[in-house]
């Protein structure tokens, strides 16, 4: 059985890792979720003080080889007929000093290469109101930086074809309601 992949992305802030914990408590065992490579790898001890080029460098091809990975044992691991990626390889690119070219190149791989490796993409954006948005020792960006990285990964994922864009709101009743419906489509499609 050929099991389905979706990237769940989108700038700081957005509601991934709640939305992650809706999917699970709505699907079950239909869904098997792949955790944050930043997150494991930042929130792990791998330091953010120094944003010199190779510091940057050196840890997006971490992010991007330790998501690989984990999205690897997913696929090899689960019996659930979807799999959902808290960010998916493409997420990497847009950190990238050199820019996206260069890190593809950088990473032995293309653009649309690492596009093909999933079947949907929900891409979630940050609050709009900045009472909603909230910073961690992880997410360090202003809401200002989070707009603009929620931007580049918009672009950056705007070729793929089965692609859903959920705006910034207040409300993230409204954004799990239309994550549901999202993915209850892709596992019956």
Known sequence: MKRKKIALTGGPNSGKTTALSVLKE?????VELVREAATLVFSGGFPRTDNSIPHIEAAQKIIFFTTKQLESLAEKSSDAPLIVCDRGTVDAAVYWPGG????FEQMGTSLEAELARYDAVLHL??????AFYQSTHVRTESL???????RKIKDIWQKHPNRMVIGGTERFLEKAEAIKNFVEKIIKG
Request: hydrophobic share 25%.
């Open 125 to 130: 954006s940050p609050p709009t109101n900045p």
């Open 100 to 103: 996206v070219d260069d890190f």
């Open 144 to 150: 200002d930086q989070a707009f603009e990285i929620d």
């Open 26 to 30: 709505t699907f079950g065992p239909q």
